[in-house]
């Protein structure tokens, strides 16, 4: 005792009582004495004492009092216990577990190094404590905390660039090692950014930097303690900045983490927003569902309403509501991934169309959990509406603009069956004025008569069918039959410009899905093409060649070969594209038509240059088929043929 407090006993003696504790301490220590001495209760408790040096320490005193044979204390026996370490460790267990709540409650970087830097400095009496951190591009050092130290010194540190020579931080972090800098007098390193005379403007002449890494082993920052006199660090001192680093790190790279997931969270709910899509999660029991932020403004429900079956079912078109719930139901029993489109019926009374897609996943328990996104594709819907109603248009057009082309065609078909009529119609006059009347000859004219009046009504039916504006129909067309019609209605247009047909149409061919009309008309088109190609042509036979057949992956392929000028190799993708055409007063639009009405089949149109003169024009279509309900289906040629897809 005589050697900690530095005084002979006899001065001591003369010391007021509690003279030595700490004025914080002072009251209540003397409290406790009183007690212990009136009632004799044994003295026990723990305060701060001044040391020689000024320096107060924590002890633990014990009093003890010795009774004479009466009972009467005579003296107390004191034994006190150097504390000091004991109480620094628990005050810093204490900070520590108070900085690691602040990290778990989220409290923002600055907050918890401005804390932690305040905490070492108490620790570690004496010094100035500070923390930069690595900016985003990594190569230079910006401000994470430094509350003791001078302004006008952190703004020379912040913006430094990360090497060995811009000072014993900047060289911590490149280096991802502890530098030490016990005496800046004499320090020769860093001199090339005069950071030692900087340091020693400011008062400091030693610093410690230490590396802050993430448990990847990523540098994040460097932690440093600065002192006004020279210094080096001791064991307790590097078992502190070990202690400190490691909260410092736990709280940038927590900080770190967190501004990632908010930032990541923002893009996916802006992402969201952009792209009209929500998401979900849907725990099949006990039926609890999470929708995000967007899901819940598409079905515009108030965020964070509890999402219950009832509550969904209030928005479902009830044209489609049967169909989703049991679909939902058949999810629920079978755990099978889920893709849907349906519609929304709003309050407003106004329609959207959604798209689902959720994917199936059970937890650890085994619990069944669907993941999935939801997008609102309205404009997409009403933009197909509206493009198939602008093709509809457009075909329409296309057909109409044939009218002037076969309107030689139509005279003469017509012309022919009429002129029989008459002629029929005067013979059978004639012979019921004889006498005897002629019934036999008369009963032949009159079934020439219905003969030729049903060969123009069919036509003008024909005519009436390929030009009416009417929406299409998808049935069983046999191809064979379509060609055959086509080729009697432009007998005398490909007559008259000495066009030869020649089909080659295969046997027992299987019919297809499509609507009649349309697929007549780009037969129309492509046979008028040949026509037209071949017009000049004087060296050889103006012959085109249909030919129908199988092709492969279950469709069936419709040819146009003819014996034209062709066209060049580059052009081959550019002759189906709207508005471009080769022929002098042609609008451009047939082709493309003719690809837009194929595609919507499931199938495609191509042009080929011949090895000979000319050029073909095919396409393709997958072969109908039967289903449940004998209605004709068609198969695309990227599925399996047990992969049936409804027409339009």
């Known amino acids: 005792m005589l050697e900690y407090f530095g005084k002979p006993l006899k001065e001591l003696k003369r010391r007021t009582l509690g003279y030595s504790f700490h004025p914080d301490d002072r009251t209540e220590v003397l409290r406790r004495w009183r007690a212990s001495v009136e009632t ?157 005379p900087m340091a020693l403007t400011h008062g400091l002449q030693s610093c410690w930097s230490t590396p802050i890494s993430s448990c990847k082993g990523k540098v994040m920052g460097a932690f440093a303690i600065y002192y006004d006199e020279p210094k080096e660090p001791t064991s307790r001192d590097q078992s502190l900045i070990e202690q400190f680093t490691h909260i410092a790190s736990i709280a940038i790279e927590r900080a770190l983490n967190d501004a990632a997931l908010k930032r990541s969270e923002s893009f996916l709910a802006e992402a969201q927003r952009l792209n009209s899509t929500g998401s979900f999660s849907w725990r099949v029991e006990p039926d609890q569902n999470t929708w995000s932020e967007q899901l819940y403004r598409m079905f515009e429900f108030e965020q964070g309403t509890a999402v219950t079956r009832k509550l969904i079912a209030s928005r479902i078109h009830p044209e489609d509501a049967q169909r989703v719930f049991e679909m939902f139901d058949q999810a629920r029993a079978m755990g099978h991934d889920l893709e849907l489109e349906h519609r929304l019926l709003m309050p407003d009374g106004s329609v959207k169309y959604l798209r689902m897609v959720a994917h199936e996943s059970r937890d650890q328990q085994g619990r069944l959990e669907y993941i999935g996104a939801v997008q609102d594709v309205t404009q997409r819907r009403l933009s197909e509406d509206a493009l ?7 075909a329409h057009v296309a057909r109409v603009t044939s009218l002037g082309a076969l309107t030689a065609s139509i005279a003469h078909e017509i012309n022919q069956p009429l002129t029989g009529v008459i002629t029929n119609a005067d013979a059978c006059l004639w012979m019921l004025g004889t006498s005897p009347p002629d019934l036999v000859g008369a009963c032949e004219s009159a079934e020439r008569i219905i003969r030729d009046g049903r060969r123009a009504s069919d036509v003008i039916s024909r005519l009436r069918a390929l030009f009416a504006k009417k929406d299409a129909t998808i049935e069983a067309v046999d191809l064979n039959e379509a060609t055959r019609e086509v080729l009697a209605l432009l007998s005398s247009e490909l007559h008259g410009n000495r066009v030869t047909v020649r089909t080659e149409l295969a046997e027992n061919l299987t019919q297809v899905a499509a609507d009649r009309v349309q697929v007549q008309q780009v037969i129309v088109n492509l046979l008028l093409n040949a026509s037209d190609a071949m017009v000049g042509i004087e060296d050889h036979a103006r012959e085109a060649v249909i030919r129908t057949e199988r092709d492969v992956n279950d469709q069936i392929r419709l040819s146009v ?24 007063g042609g609008m451009g639009i047939g082709l493309s038509v003719s690809r837009s009405i194929i595609e919507s089949y499931g199938g495609r149109l191509w042009a ?25 289906t068609w198969i695309p040629a990227d599925t399996h043929a047990d992969h049936v897809i409804e027409s339009p």
């Open 40 to 196: 004799g209760r044994p003295y026990d408790f723990e305060a701060r004492l001044r040391r020689a040096d000024g320096v107060y320490c924590w002890f633990h005193t014990r009093g003890f009092p010795l009774r004479d044979s009466s009972g009467r204390i005579v003296l107390w026996y004191l034994l006190q216990a150097d504390i000091d370490d004991r109480k620094r460790t628990e005050a810093l267990l204490a900070a520590e577990k108070g900085l690691l709540e602040m990290v778990a409650c989220g409290h923002s970087l600055p907050t918890l190094l401005d804390a932690l830097c305040r905490l070492v400095e108490q620790s570690a009496i004496g010094c100035y404590c500070s923390v930069v951190l690595v900016d985003p591009s990594s190569t230079r050092l910006e401000n994470g905390a430094a509350p003791s130290l001078p302004a006008s010194f952190i703004t020379s540190i912040v913006g430094r660039p990360i090497n060995v020579e811009s000072g014993p931080c900047a060289m911590a972090v490149h280096l991802n090692q502890q530098v030490i800098a016990a005496d800046l007098k004499t320090e020769t390193r860093w001199a090339e950014y005069a950071w030692s």
């Open 388 to 394: 198939c109603k602008s093709r509809s248009e457009l």
């Open 561 to 584: 070969e003819d014996a034209g000028v062709g066209f060049e190799p580059d052009s081959a993708e550019r002759l189906f594209e709207a508005f471009y055409t080769t022929k002098s």
């Open 608 to 632: 080929t240059s011949n090895c000979g003169p000319g050029s073909t024009f095919a396409f393709s279509i997958p072969r109908a088929s039967e289903d449940a309900t004998g209605s004709p």
